[in-house]
Nanobody
Framework: QVQLVESGGGLVQAGGSLRLSCVAS????????MAWYRRAPGDQRELVAS???????KYAPAVKGRFSISRDKDKNAVYLQMNNLKPEDTNVYYC?????????WGPGTLITVSS
């Protein structure tokens, strides 16, 4: 099991920026895809952004152009740079790691965007 620890959440005004960090307990070289999710209606989680081992990225339409995902192999970390935040981005953000069809989650970090 991969342990994931998120940080960087907090309160920010609309139009502001935050950077989330997620540190994995193993080398991210052994992780196929790392991603950020947030809560969705019906107790689901929706994909915000993902990055694969070969650095291919994917973004939800609602955040494309405002959020950027990256990773640092030396720190075993993945980041989510969030710019031009909107009140509708208020949510709990979860880090996710997928390797060999196994999926692990961090506990989540809360982002609150005030209008």
């Amino acid at each position: 099991q991969v342990q994931l620890v998120e940080s960087g959440g907090g309160l920010v005004q609309a139009g502001g920026s935050l950077r989330l960090s997620c540190v994995a307990s193993i080398s991210i070289f052994s992780i196929d895809t790392m991603a950020w999710y947030r809560r969705a209606p019906g107790d689901q989680r929706e994909l915000v952004a993902s990055i694969t081992r070969d650095n291919s990225t994917k973004y939800a339409p609602a955040v494309k152009g405002r959020f950027s995902i990256s990773r640092d192999k030396d720190k075993n970390a993945v980041y989510l740079q969030m710019n031009n935040l909107k009140p509708e981005d208020t949510n709990v953000y979860y880090c996710n790691a997928i390797r060999s069809f196994l999926s692990d989650w961090g506990p989540g970090t809360l982002i609150t965007v005030s209008s």
